[in-house]
Protein backbone atom coordinates (compact mmCIF):
# COMPACT_ATOMS: atom_id res chain seq x y z
CA UNK A 1 0.00 0.00 0.00
CA UNK A 2 1.45 3.40 -0.84
CA UNK A 3 2.74 5.92 1.94
CA UNK A 4 0.60 8.80 2.22
CA UNK A 5 1.99 12.16 3.36
CA UNK A 6 -0.04 14.05 5.32
CA UNK A 7 0.67 16.65 8.24
CA UNK A 8 0.14 16.11 11.82
CA UNK A 9 -3.25 17.21 13.54
CA UNK A 10 -5.82 17.98 11.51
CA UNK A 11 -3.92 15.79 9.14
CA UNK A 12 -3.87 12.85 10.95
CA UNK A 13 -7.65 12.52 11.29
CA UNK A 14 -7.18 12.59 7.38
CA UNK A 15 -4.83 9.75 7.79
CA UNK A 16 -7.10 7.10 9.10
CA UNK A 17 -9.73 8.77 6.40
CA UNK A 18 -7.16 8.00 3.58
CA UNK A 19 -6.22 4.72 4.74
CA UNK A 20 -10.01 3.43 5.53
CA UNK A 21 -10.31 4.44 1.95
CA UNK A 22 -8.09 2.33 0.67
CA UNK A 23 -8.61 -0.58 3.11
CA UNK A 24 -11.94 -0.51 1.59
CA UNK A 25 -11.14 -0.51 -2.27
CA UNK A 26 -8.27 -3.25 -1.37
CA UNK A 27 -11.16 -5.30 0.06
CA UNK A 28 -13.21 -4.77 -3.53
CA UNK A 29 -10.48 -6.83 -5.39
CA UNK A 30 -11.09 -9.86 -3.68
CA UNK A 31 -12.87 -12.15 -6.18
CA UNK A 32 -16.63 -12.25 -5.85
CA UNK A 33 -18.10 -15.34 -4.05
CA UNK A 34 -19.22 -18.28 -5.83
CA UNK A 35 -22.53 -17.57 -4.50
CA UNK A 36 -23.53 -15.15 -6.75
CA UNK A 37 -26.39 -15.81 -8.99
CA UNK A 38 -25.83 -15.85 -12.34
CA UNK A 39 -26.36 -14.33 -15.85
CA UNK A 40 -29.86 -15.25 -16.02
CA UNK A 41 -30.87 -14.61 -12.79
CA UNK A 42 -29.60 -11.07 -13.49
CA UNK A 43 -31.52 -10.77 -16.83
CA UNK A 44 -34.23 -11.87 -15.32
CA UNK A 45 -34.45 -8.89 -12.91
CA UNK A 46 -33.34 -6.09 -15.27
CA UNK A 47 -36.69 -7.23 -18.02
CA UNK A 48 -38.62 -7.34 -14.75
CA UNK A 49 -37.38 -3.82 -13.33
CA UNK A 50 -37.98 -2.69 -17.28
CA UNK A 51 -41.18 -4.28 -17.93
CA UNK A 52 -42.73 -2.18 -14.65
CA UNK A 53 -41.35 0.59 -16.03
CA UNK A 54 -42.87 0.82 -18.95
CA UNK A 55 -46.02 -0.42 -17.79
CA UNK A 56 -46.22 3.05 -15.71
CA UNK A 57 -47.90 5.24 -18.19
CA UNK A 58 -47.40 8.57 -15.99
CA UNK A 59 -44.62 8.19 -13.13
CA UNK A 60 -42.31 11.19 -11.79
CA UNK A 61 -39.41 11.50 -9.41
CA UNK A 62 -36.60 12.79 -8.13
CA UNK A 63 -32.39 12.18 -9.12
CA UNK A 64 -29.15 13.53 -7.47
CA UNK A 65 -26.18 12.96 -10.55
CA UNK A 66 -22.88 13.30 -11.18
CA UNK A 67 -20.32 13.08 -14.02
CA UNK A 68 -16.58 12.65 -13.61
CA UNK A 69 -14.07 14.96 -15.31
CA UNK A 70 -10.25 13.11 -15.62
CA UNK A 71 -7.74 16.00 -15.79
CA UNK A 72 -4.76 15.31 -17.71
CA UNK A 73 -2.78 14.48 -15.14
CA UNK A 74 -5.05 12.25 -13.55
CA UNK A 75 -6.95 13.57 -11.14
CA UNK A 76 -10.92 13.13 -11.37
CA UNK A 77 -13.30 15.50 -10.27
CA UNK A 78 -16.82 14.95 -9.69
CA UNK A 79 -19.64 17.63 -11.16
CA UNK A 80 -23.08 17.31 -9.35
CA UNK A 81 -26.40 18.20 -10.32
CA UNK A 82 -30.22 17.26 -9.04
CA UNK A 83 -33.67 17.71 -10.18
CA UNK A 84 -36.75 15.75 -11.23
CA UNK A 85 -38.68 14.10 -14.01
CA UNK A 86 -41.96 13.93 -15.13
CA UNK A 87 -42.97 11.61 -17.79
CA UNK A 88 -46.34 10.66 -19.65
CA UNK A 89 -46.37 7.84 -22.04
CA UNK A 90 -46.11 8.48 -25.07
CA UNK A 91 -44.92 11.94 -25.72
CA UNK A 92 -44.75 14.06 -23.05
CA UNK A 93 -41.74 14.94 -20.49
CA UNK A 94 -40.51 17.80 -18.21
CA UNK A 95 -37.05 17.88 -16.56
CA UNK A 96 -35.36 20.06 -14.49
CA UNK A 97 -31.35 19.92 -13.94
CA UNK A 98 -29.96 22.52 -11.42
CA UNK A 99 -26.26 22.65 -10.11
CA UNK A 100 -23.54 25.30 -9.14
CA UNK A 101 -23.85 26.76 -12.64
CA UNK A 102 -26.90 26.09 -14.44
CA UNK A 103 -30.70 25.75 -13.52
CA UNK A 104 -32.27 24.36 -16.67
CA UNK A 105 -36.56 23.00 -17.10
CA UNK A 106 -36.87 20.57 -20.38
CA UNK A 107 -40.38 20.64 -21.75
CA UNK A 108 -41.79 17.94 -23.99
CA UNK A 109 -45.05 17.75 -25.18
CA UNK A 110 -44.89 15.75 -28.36
CA UNK A 111 -44.68 18.71 -30.97
CA UNK A 112 -42.36 20.93 -29.57
CA UNK A 113 -39.01 20.72 -26.89
CA UNK A 114 -38.04 23.60 -25.20
CA UNK A 115 -35.17 24.43 -22.97
CA UNK A 116 -34.87 27.11 -20.57
CA UNK A 117 -31.93 28.72 -18.73
CA UNK A 118 -33.44 30.37 -15.84
CA UNK A 119 -30.16 31.68 -14.53
CA UNK A 120 -29.97 33.81 -18.15
CA UNK A 121 -33.76 33.64 -18.32
CA UNK A 122 -33.44 32.59 -22.32
CA UNK A 123 -35.18 29.93 -23.90
CA UNK A 124 -34.93 27.66 -27.01
CA UNK A 125 -38.05 25.86 -28.70
CA UNK A 126 -37.07 23.24 -31.52
CA UNK A 127 -39.77 21.40 -33.32
CA UNK A 128 -39.10 17.67 -32.73
CA UNK A 129 -42.79 15.73 -33.04
CA UNK A 130 -42.56 12.49 -31.94
CA UNK A 131 -43.09 10.14 -28.78
CA UNK A 132 -40.78 10.36 -25.66
CA UNK A 133 -38.55 7.41 -27.28
CA UNK A 134 -37.81 9.35 -30.08
CA UNK A 135 -37.21 12.14 -28.42
CA UNK A 136 -34.39 10.68 -26.20
CA UNK A 137 -32.58 9.15 -29.57
CA UNK A 138 -32.78 12.52 -31.07
CA UNK A 139 -31.33 14.31 -27.96
CA UNK A 140 -28.88 11.59 -27.69
CA UNK A 141 -28.08 11.08 -31.14
CA UNK A 142 -28.93 14.80 -32.46
CA UNK A 143 -28.02 17.12 -30.14
CA UNK A 144 -25.52 15.58 -27.74
CA UNK A 145 -27.76 16.74 -24.61
CA UNK A 146 -29.20 13.35 -23.01
CA UNK A 147 -31.82 13.15 -20.64
CA UNK A 148 -31.41 12.14 -16.92
CA UNK A 149 -31.88 8.28 -16.69
CA UNK A 150 -33.25 8.40 -20.38
CA UNK A 151 -32.20 4.81 -20.81
CA UNK A 152 -34.46 3.52 -18.07
CA UNK A 153 -37.72 5.21 -19.16
CA UNK A 154 -37.51 4.01 -22.73
CA UNK A 155 -40.17 1.88 -23.40
CA UNK A 156 -38.09 -1.09 -25.04
CA UNK A 157 -35.30 -0.58 -22.05
CA UNK A 158 -34.33 -3.89 -21.69
CA UNK A 159 -33.38 -4.45 -25.29
CA UNK A 160 -31.17 -0.96 -25.49
CA UNK A 161 -29.87 -2.03 -22.08
CA UNK A 162 -28.45 -4.91 -23.24
CA UNK A 163 -27.21 -3.84 -26.06
CA UNK A 164 -22.98 -4.79 -26.37
CA UNK A 165 -23.89 -6.39 -22.93
CA UNK A 166 -20.77 -9.60 -22.84
CA UNK A 167 -21.19 -10.18 -18.89
CA UNK A 168 -24.20 -9.84 -16.15
CA UNK A 169 -23.88 -10.87 -12.52
CA UNK A 170 -26.44 -10.82 -9.38
CA UNK A 171 -24.42 -8.96 -6.66
CA UNK A 172 -26.91 -9.76 -4.08
CA UNK A 173 -28.51 -6.95 -1.93
CA UNK A 174 -27.67 -3.43 -1.17
CA UNK A 175 -29.44 -0.58 0.81
CA UNK A 176 -29.92 2.83 -1.62
CA UNK A 177 -31.57 5.77 0.00
CA UNK A 178 -33.27 3.19 2.97
CA UNK A 179 -34.47 1.26 0.25
CA UNK A 180 -33.00 -2.59 -0.21
CA UNK A 181 -32.27 -3.04 -3.60
CA UNK A 182 -31.33 -6.27 -5.83
CA UNK A 183 -27.83 -4.92 -7.08
CA UNK A 184 -26.49 -6.16 -10.69
CA UNK A 185 -23.21 -5.30 -12.67
CA UNK A 186 -22.99 -5.38 -16.40
CA UNK A 187 -20.10 -5.32 -18.95
CA UNK A 188 -19.93 -4.28 -22.29
CA UNK A 189 -16.87 -3.68 -24.53
CA UNK A 190 -17.26 0.33 -24.10
CA UNK A 191 -19.50 0.30 -20.84
CA UNK A 192 -19.40 -1.37 -17.61
CA UNK A 193 -22.75 -0.54 -15.68
CA UNK A 194 -24.25 -1.40 -12.67
CA UNK A 195 -28.13 -1.18 -11.45
CA UNK A 196 -29.75 -1.06 -8.20
CA UNK A 197 -33.44 -2.17 -8.25
CA UNK A 198 -35.77 -1.71 -5.64
CA UNK A 199 -37.18 -5.35 -4.31
CA UNK A 200 -40.90 -5.97 -3.79
CA UNK A 201 -43.72 -5.05 -5.57
CA UNK A 202 -42.25 -1.98 -7.22
CA UNK A 203 -38.65 -2.68 -8.76
CA UNK A 204 -38.34 0.71 -9.71
CA UNK A 205 -34.61 1.74 -10.20
CA UNK A 206 -32.61 3.24 -7.81
CA UNK A 207 -29.13 3.72 -8.37
CA UNK A 208 -27.83 3.95 -11.98
CA UNK A 209 -23.83 3.92 -12.69
CA UNK A 210 -21.82 3.86 -16.05
CA UNK A 211 -18.22 3.50 -16.31
CA UNK A 212 -16.70 4.19 -19.49
CA UNK A 213 -13.77 2.26 -20.69
CA UNK A 214 -12.83 3.94 -23.83
CA UNK A 215 -11.46 7.19 -21.30
CA UNK A 216 -8.18 7.09 -19.65
CA UNK A 217 -8.99 7.08 -15.84
CA UNK A 218 -12.63 5.44 -16.66
CA UNK A 219 -14.95 8.05 -15.51
CA UNK A 220 -18.40 7.45 -14.79
CA UNK A 221 -21.93 9.06 -14.68
CA UNK A 222 -23.84 7.85 -11.08
CA UNK A 223 -27.33 9.03 -10.72
CA UNK A 224 -29.60 8.13 -7.43
CA UNK A 225 -33.52 7.82 -8.07
CA UNK A 226 -35.85 8.37 -5.56
CA UNK A 227 -39.63 9.33 -4.58
CA UNK A 228 -41.08 7.64 -7.23
CA UNK A 229 -44.45 8.60 -7.80
CA UNK A 230 -47.04 7.28 -10.13
CA UNK A 231 -50.69 7.97 -11.74
CA UNK A 232 -51.76 11.38 -12.91
CA UNK A 233 -51.43 13.54 -9.44
CA UNK A 234 -47.81 13.18 -10.45
CA UNK A 235 -47.51 14.56 -13.33
CA UNK A 236 -50.22 17.48 -12.80
CA UNK A 237 -48.99 20.38 -14.53
CA UNK A 238 -45.63 19.81 -15.31
CA UNK A 239 -45.76 19.60 -18.97
CA UNK A 240 -47.03 23.49 -19.68
CA UNK A 241 -44.79 25.74 -20.72
CA UNK A 242 -44.77 29.34 -19.62
CA UNK A 243 -42.11 31.83 -21.17
CA UNK A 244 -41.44 33.85 -17.55
CA UNK A 245 -41.41 37.91 -17.86
CA UNK A 246 -38.85 39.45 -20.11
CA UNK A 247 -37.65 35.96 -20.91
CA UNK A 248 -35.18 36.06 -24.41
CA UNK A 249 -35.62 33.57 -26.85
CA UNK A 250 -32.66 32.37 -28.68
CA UNK A 251 -31.29 30.00 -31.74
CA UNK A 252 -29.67 26.56 -31.44
CA UNK A 253 -26.34 28.54 -32.60
CA UNK A 254 -26.65 30.80 -29.18
CA UNK A 255 -27.50 28.09 -27.27
CA UNK A 256 -24.21 26.19 -28.71
CA UNK A 257 -21.92 29.06 -27.57
CA UNK A 258 -23.66 29.42 -23.77
CA UNK A 259 -21.10 26.79 -21.49
CA UNK A 260 -23.36 26.87 -18.53
CA UNK A 261 -26.04 25.33 -20.19
CA UNK A 262 -24.17 22.31 -21.06
CA UNK A 263 -23.32 19.47 -18.63
CA UNK A 264 -19.96 20.89 -17.47
CA UNK A 265 -19.36 24.36 -16.07
CA UNK A 266 -17.56 27.28 -17.68
CA UNK A 267 -14.02 26.59 -16.05
CA UNK A 268 -13.68 23.10 -16.92
CA UNK A 269 -12.08 22.74 -20.90
CA UNK A 270 -12.98 20.04 -22.69
CA UNK A 271 -10.21 17.62 -23.14
CA UNK A 272 -8.10 19.94 -21.07
CA UNK A 273 -8.05 20.53 -17.35
CA UNK A 274 -9.80 22.97 -15.28
Known amino acids: MPTIDIHAGKGSVRKVVMRTALALLAAATIAPSAALAGETEAKAMLKAMTDYMAAQKE ?82 NQYNRPLPAADLLLTNAYSELMTDVTEAKDLGSGVIGGTECDHLAFRGKEVDWQIWIAQGSRPYPCKYVITSKLVAGYP ?24 PPDAKQISLEELKSMKDMNEFPSNFILGGKP
Do not use: C, H
Not at 113 to 129: A, E, R, S
Open 59 to 140: LSFRYDASIEAVTKDGEKLQIANSGRVALARPDRLAATRTGGFADIETFFDGKTMTILGKTKNIYLQLPIPGTVDQLVDVLQ
Open 220 to 243: AYTIQLGDWQSGGAAVDGAFVFKA
